[in-house]
C-alpha cells in the first residue's frame, strides 16, 4: 500500500466561505432579517459549515434559537447547492502539490465535514474531483471527524497505508481527527484565524502549498 495524504476540503483545499455565507444570508432575508453575515469578518466562521453560521447570525438578533436552525439548516443546504462555485477558489498551489504527490506515488483523498453530496458537486464543478482516490463526506459514514474512522475510511478507499497518512486541514477539528487516528496533521495557515491555527500544536504548518512535499516527506515519507 502507498502513504496516503488525506485534505479537508472547505479552508483546505478551497475558499468556500463566499458561497457559504451567501447561502446562509439568504435563510435570513428568507426571515426578513437581512444579511447578518459579512463575508470578510465571518469567514473563519463560514468554514466551520452550515450550523456554525447559522448559530452565530442569529445570535446578532433576538427571538431565535436551536429550533430555528434546524428549520433553517436545510434550506441553506438547497441555497448552497444552487449557487456552490460563485465566489469559491481553489488555493493557490493546492492542485499543483496534489499533482506533485501523485507523480511521486502517494495517494490522496478528501475527508470533510461537509455532506458528501455538495462535496462531489463542488469538486466536480472545480474540475478537480477525478484526481483524489477518494472523498468522505459528513453522511458517507455514521461518523464524522473528529472520528478517526473518517480519517481511515479515506485513506482505504484511496488505496492508502493507514499507518503511513497524514491529515492536511485547518481547524481543531482536522488536528483532533489526526490524533484520534495516531497520524500526524498539517495544518495550512493561509485562511482567517493565522494565529489559531499556530497554537493548535499540528505536527507541521504550512504558509504555502510549494512548502507541503518537504513537510509530507519528513512525516510519512
Do not use: W
Not at 46 to 74: C, H, K, N, W
Amino acid at each position: 500500500m502507498k502513504p496516503a495524504v488525506i485534505f479537508d476540503l472547505d479552508g483546505t483545499l478551497a475558499d468556500t466561505s463566499g458561497d457559504l455565507i451567501a447561502a446562509a444570508n439568504h435563510c435570513f432575508r428568507g426571515l426578513g432579517l437581512g444579511d447578518l453575515l459579512d463575508p470578510a469578518r465571518d469567514a473563519a466562521t463560514a468554514l466551520r459549515g452550515g450550523r456554525a453560521m447559522l448559530t452565530l447570525g442569529f445570535s446578532r438578533v433576538e427571538g431565535y434559537g436551536a429550533d430555528e436552525i434546524d428549520r433553517q439548516y436545510p434550506v441553506l443546504l438547497a441555497a448552497y447547492a444552487l449557487a456552490i462555485d460563485r465566489h469559491t477558489v481553489l488555493y493557490p498551489g493546492a492542485m499543483d502539490a496534489v499533482e506533485r504527490l501523485l507523480a511521486r506515488d502517494y495517494v490522496v483523498g478528501i475527508a470533510t465535514n461537509k455532506p458528501e453530496r455538495l462535496a462531489e458537486q463542488l469538486m466536480t464543478s472545480l474540475g478537480v474531483r477525478d484526481a483524489f482516490g477518494s472523498l468522505i463526506g459528513a453522511d458517507t459514514l455514521p461518523v464524522r471527524k473528529p472520528d478517526p474512522a473518517h480519517h481511515f475510511e479515506a485513506v482505504s478507499r484511496a488505496g492508502g497505508d493507514p499507518a503511513r497518512s497524514l491529515l492536511v486541514g485547518d481547524t481543531v477539528t482536522d488536528r483532533d481527527t489526526s490524533r484520534n487516528a495516531g497520524v500526524p496533521s498539517v495544518l495550512v495557515t493561509f485562511g482567517p484565524g493565522r494565529e489559531a491555527v499556530l497554537a493548535l500544536g499540528a505536527e507541521a504548518t504550512i504558509d504555502h502549498y510549494d512548502e507541503l512535499d518537504a513537510v509530507v516527506d519528513r512525516l510519512i515519507g
